[in-house]
C-alpha cells in the first residue's frame, strides 16, 4: 500500500511540475516515479510515529514563501543601496526540535533564503553564516534566523 501511494504521490507531483499531458511525459513520470517508490520502500522502513497533518505543511509553507519574499528584498536593498550595512559572521542558533528530519526542513529552509546559510548542524545547534549579524546572543539570533520556522516546524 505504501508502495502504491508513494507512485501516485509522485506521479502528481510530477505532473504538477511539467504541466504536461502528453503521453510521452506521463509515461515518463510514471516510470520515474515507480522506481523512486520502490527504492523509498525497501530502503525506508515504516515509521509509526510519523503523522502526515497536511493543514500544518501548507502553514509551513506560507510561512517560508513570507521568509523567502523578505529575504529577497532585504537581500535586494543591500544589493541596490551600499549604504546600507553589511556586517557579516557566523552565528550559533539552538532549535528545541527532536526530529532529525524537521532540523533537516529547518536547516534546508535557512539556507534558502537570501541572507543565510546553514553551515553546520550539531546535535540541537546549528551554525549559520548570515549577511547582516544584527543578534550577539544565540537566543536572539535563534528567534530573529528560525523563529517562525521552528514555531510552524513543531506542529508538524
Known amino acids: 500500500m505504501r508502495f502504491v501511494f508513494w507512485t501516485v504521490f509522485l ?14 511525459e506521463l509515461t515518463t513520470g510514471f516510470f520515474v516515479s ?4 520502490m527504492l ?5 522502513p515504516t515509521n509509526h510515529n510519523f503523522k502526515f497533518r497536511p493543514i500544518a505543511y501548507i502553514i ?21 543601496d ?11 542558533i ?11 526542513m529547518l536547516a534546508n529552509s ?4 537570501p541572507g543565510t546559510i546553514t553551515m553546520d548542524v550539531r546535535d540541537d545547534t546549528l551554525f549559520i553564516h548570515w549577511i547582516d549579524v544584527t543578534a550577539t546572543s544565540i537566543e536572539e539570533a535563534s528567534e530573529v534566523i528560525a523563529g517562525d520556522f521552528e514555531r510552524t516546524l513543531k506542529n508538524l
Do not use: C, H
Open 110 to 113: 535557512i539556507t534558502l533564503t
Open 40 to 44: 523509498y520502500v525497501k530502503y525506508y
Open 82 to 92: 551600499p549604504k546600507l550595512p553589511i556586517n557579516p559572521g557566523i552565528v550559533a
Open 60 to 80: 509551513y509553507l506560507f510561512t517560508f514563501l513570507k521568509a523567502l519574499v523578505l529575504a529577497n528584498w532585504d537581500v535586494a536593498r543591500r544589493v541596490i
Open 11 to 24: 506521479f502528481i507531483i510530477w505532473v504538477g511540475l511539467t504541466m504536461s499531458f502528453s503521453t510521452q
Open 34 to 37: 515507480f522506481i523512486i517508490a
Open 94 to 104: 539552538k532549535t528545541d526540535l527532536k526530529e532529525d528530519y524537521k532540523k533537516l
